[in-house]
């Protein structure tokens, strides 16, 4: 995980970034070869249209990137990246940015330049970047995202839930947090539904709960840990499986989430809560029917199989409201309605409380990370009580599929409390998200603190 910066004494090239409205201003304080280069090659600054200014020998000495209009850039989160384009070496920022441009293309550049390179080495430019001042704390997230981004895209082969732990705990070794692992007939008596849902497979189900920092308000994030879903017997269709490796990235994000918290050092007391399980189809899963009881005491009918990872959050969750926090986050790849209602790009997330929901919708804006709320509605709480049980998996019907599952997994949430319900997947390359896992609402998450624990 190492992200492509200069070293602070490199001879570097200005990669000057122009807006079109800006274009002829910019070509006017410019050497006139170089006007004459740009005007010559049709560069109209364009969203992420990319020229490389040659030198008297012909290499290259600078280059230019275009950031498009005001209605192109909205429809482009990062058009400015261009770390995949530019021949290696090393590269500065220049052109008349505004912090929030400065921001976005530093992120851009170092989002884009992220490649998956476990199995296959992947083309790469080398071209590094010289942070700006003050961009630290950008580093730090495009490092929680790479790291985000790794875990979901390694194969359930190879990140199962012990090697999820170990990646947690390699994450509490590098920021000198704690890591507690329960498994075994502790977890069966003590987290009856993520032993239920783990059960099935070879590879033993646990919860992990790392934590950090000693002072300061408490925050507790719980992430999705589910490495593999077959959608056990309730079985998904093969076409179905085919992204389910992605199925903790809930968890995914929250690591990538707390690397940046703990890197930048906040003034906060971080706990993370990581039921880590593969649903796997055998003669020990689960069944539909069957009547689980839950750390909290409720007990829950399972209608389907495939609606597995609220139980397991769902006692994740319990066990946080136990000891409390000021704030309380889960975040989970939960259900295929929440990509019917938003699409891939919007994180919706649910929360009851107005102050929180402004805090983060403001965030979200700044750091150009979307979400989108969804409601807690009230009457759809007789969906989840089947009459049998104190509550139901996966009401019949296939409404409003989202909203009943952060409708059951607040029965199990303490106070102030905020569900995402994530994709996890970038479904074709795009500037700064290349194809395959991404980490979603972080970014908005992190950006938001401050005004939500009031540090």
């Known amino acids: 995980m190492t992200l492509p910066l200069s070293a602070t004494d490199a001879t570097t090239r200005p990669l000057f970034i122009v807006a079109p409205e800006g274009l002829e201003a910019w070509l006017s304080r410019q050497p006139a070869p170089v006007g004459a280069w740009l005007r010559g090659t049709g560069f109209a600054a364009a969203p992420g249209d990319l020229r490389l200014l040659p030198g008297p020998d012909g290499a290259p000495v600078a280059a230019v990137i275009g950031q498009g209009t005001p209605a ?5 989160r ?3 990246a261009a770390a995949a384009r530019l021949p290696e070496g090393d590269w500065h920022l220049d052109g008349d940015l505004t912090d929030a441009e400065r921001d976005e293309a530093v992120l851009a550049f170092l989002l884009g330049a992220y490649r998956f390179d476990r199995y296959r080495a992947q083309p790469g430019t080398g ?43 390699a994450l509490a070794e590098r920021h000198g947090a704690t890591l507690a692992v329960t498994k075994g007939e502790d977890l069966r008596t003590g987290f009856p539904m993520i032993h239920a849902v783990g059960h099935g497979s070879d590879r033993a189900p646990r919860l992990l709960d790392l934590r950090w920092g000693s002072d300061g308000p408490a925050l507790t994030l719980v992430g999705k840990g589910v490495c593999f879903d077959t959608g056990g017997l309730d079985i998904k269709p093969s076409a179905s499986m085919l992204l389910m490796k992605k199925d903790m990235g809930g968890a995914a994000t929250v690591l990538g989430l707390a690397h940046a918290i703990m890197a930048l050092n906040l003034p906060i007391r971080l706990r993370v809560l990581i039921p880590a399980v593969e649903n796997a189809v055998s003669g020990r899963a689960f069944r539909p029917k069957d009547i689980l009881s839950s750390r909290k005491g409720l007990t829950v009918e399972v209608n389907n199989t495939d609606a597995e990872g609220r ?17 309380t986050i889960s975040m989970a790849t939960l259900t295929g309605a929440a990509r019917v ?71 199990f949430a303490g106070d102030r409390y905020v569900h995402f319900d994530i994709y996890g997947h970038q479904p074709a390359d795009a500037p700064g998200r290349p194809k395959g896992g991404v980490g979603q609402g972080a970014r908005a998450i992190l950006q938001a603190l401050p005004d939500l624990l009031g540090f």
């Open 311 to 327: 139980l397991v959050l769902a006692d994740a969750l319990a066990y946080a409201a136990e000891e409390g926090a000021d704030l």
């Open 78 to 80: 990062f058009a400015v």
């Open 72 to 76: 192109q850039r909205a429809r482009t």
């Open 127 to 169: 071209a590094r970047l010289k942070l700006p001042a003050g961009s630290h704390r950008l580093a730090a997230l495009a490092e929680g995202e790479w790291l985000t981004r790794d875990l979901i895209n390694t194969p359930a082969a190879d990140m199962g839930p012990a090697e999820l732990e170990a990646a947690t705990a």
């Open 341 to 411: 209602a938003v699409g891939p790009d919007l994180a919706p997330y649910f929360t009851d409380d107005g102050t929180v929901a402004a805090a983060l919708d403001k965030a979200a804006a700044q750091v150009r990370d979307p979400v989108w709320r969804l409601p807690f509605w009230e009457p759809y709480e007789a969906m989840i009580e089947p009459g049998i049980a104190d509550l139901d998996n996966a009401p019949a019907g296939g409404m409003a599929g989202a909203i009943t599952a952060a409708l059951f997994l607040r029965r």
